[in-house]
């Protein structure tokens, strides 16, 4: 069975204060793994797809970068407006399957 | 811009009635579509896989006959609450794969339906 495990549950940061997110994950042949950013209320916005170990990709201020075991999500000098939660899930090669498998998030919070 | 679309966005309804939630994708065709829930603080937990032209496919412990989809066309999937109780209140959210961008391409999500039952 896929799982995902994100960490913290919950960060806060002060505004500029770099910090990383965590999703580690087990899944029949990785086909991709997920980041998302969901406001409240709001359907969850796609931020990056990584494919393979070694990969990393970067938007204003966020870096993702992934291992064959987990993922972490770098954010550099954040600010007010980053201030969401974080979905991390992985989409499973082996049984063809599209649907995703979502991590329960990480909720930042960044205080001015 | 959204690419998903979900009507409506929150709806309150009493014990024992339906509920029809809409998903549309927006300027593509989806012969798939996903529909999840989520639970306050909580992870989103997939419900069904929707397909257009033939049944949909539950997740175990998921209720065919309770959360009835239809995929009526290449752009439009719906999901009914059939005698909703007040369990059944969560947000729903549906998902497309954009067509012709292989197999991995991002899923792209609606803005999800706050669903409460009196």
């Known amino acids: 069975e896929d799982q995902v495990t994100q960490s913290p549950e919950a960060l806060r940061l002060q505004e500029g204060e770099s910090s990383s997110l965590n999703c580690s994950y087990t899944?029949?042949?990785?086909?991709?793994l997920f980041w998302y950013r969901q406001d409240p209320g709001k359907g969850p916005e796609f931020l990056f797809t990584?494919?393979?170990a070694g990969e990393e990709k970067e938007k204003e201020r966020l870096k993702a970068t992934l291992t064959k075991k987990e993922s972490f999500l770098h954010i550099t000098a954040p600010k007010p407006e980053d201030s969401a939660t974080y979905l991390c899930a992985v989409q499973a090669g082996d049984t063809g399957r599209r649907a995703l498998t979502f991590g329960s998030g990480t909720r930042l919070q960044v205080q001015p | 811009g959204a690419v998903v679309s979900q009507h409506p966005s929150r709806v309150i309804c009493k014990s024992g009635t339906s509920v029809k939630i809409e998903c549309r994708s927006l300027d593509f065709q989806a012969t798939t579509m996903f529909w999840y829930r989520q639970f306050p603080k909580q992870s989103l937990m997939l419900m069904a896989t929707s397909n257009e032209g033939s049944k949909a496919t539950y997740e175990q412990g998921v209720e065919k006959d309770k959360f009835l989809i239809n995929h009526a066309s290449l752009t439009l999937s719906t999901l009914t609450v059939t005698s909703a109780h007040p369990e059944d209140s969560s947000f729903y959210i549906c998902?497309?794969?954009?067509?012709?961008?292989?197999?991995?391409?991002?899923?792209?999500f609606g803005n999800g339906t706050r669903l409460t039952v009196t």
């Open positions: 899944v029949s042949g990785l086909r991709g």
């Open positions: 990584l494919y393979s």
């Open positions: 998902s497309a794969p954009r067509q012709g961008r292989g197999n991995n391409s991002p899923l792209h």
